[in-house]
């Protein structure tokens, strides 16, 4: 399979972090491996459009804020096959078409929630995520240096620069557990809200 590192870790951490501080939360998760946090409503989904679905439907549902951590691929298989796929030939070419941008997606919509996105980046970190935070209309944006062997996919620590709209200044938190930078996250963006 062609997949990333991610584990869902932060997300899983995110969503613990912002049932403490009060909020109602719904956990939309990939396949991974852990447990639910207590208090959350988990949502199972195994691909980007079922995770688009679950977005678009919580955002008709009524939702405030929406956090995307995940790290949903760019692409998929464009056909995928109904049986095995028998050895013929010294080369095989498998066709990938653009999964949609979950988060400009919920972005773009008339009734938007306060949007914070995430990026995960191997090289000149903060520009991109400057970037994404204007191209995809986020309201803050958090990004971390995945290429680093300590902090990111896999981890139990993270380290983050935080962006906001329509402001210069961005936040460093420093390398800490995920559950830390989790909390440190939710207590920027309630700031954001409150200000």
């Given amino acids: 399979y062609i997949s990333n590192h991610s584990t869902g870790k932060m997300g899983f951490s995110l969503a613990a972090a912002c049932y403490a501080a009060g909020a109602k939360v719904t956990l ?8 639910t946090p207590n ?3 988990r949502i199972n989904v195994s691909s980007a459009m079922q995770m688009l679905d679950v977005s678009m439907n919580q955002l008709k549902e009524g939702c405030d ?13 464009a056909q995928v096959a109904e049986h ?4 013929a030939g010294d080369e095989l070419a498998v066709s990938l078409v653009k999964n949609p941008d979950i988060v400009a997606t919920i972005a773009e919509q008339q009734q938007r929630p306060f949007m914070v996105g995430f990026a995960a980046e191997t090289q000149n970190v903060e520009q991109y995520a400057a970037g994404k935070l204007v191209a995809k209309k986020l309201d803050m944006i958090a990004c971390n240096d995945v290429s680093r062997t300590d902090i990111g996919f896999g981890s139990d620590d993270n380290a983050m620069t935080v962006f906001f709209k329509g402001k ?10 995920k559950d830390i930078i989790a909390n440190q996250v939710v207590s920027l963006i309630g700031k954001q809200l409150a200000g």
Avoid: N
């Fill in 84 to 87: 095995k796929i028998k050895k």
């Fill in 65 to 77: 804020i929406f956090i995307a951590t995940a790290a949903v691929a760019d692409y998929r298989v």
């Fill in 28 to 35: 939309a998760a990939g396949p991974v491996s852990l447990d």
């Fill in 39 to 41: 208090g959350v409503q």
């Fill in 168 to 177: 210069d200044a961005a936040v460093s938190l420093e390398k800490a557990s």
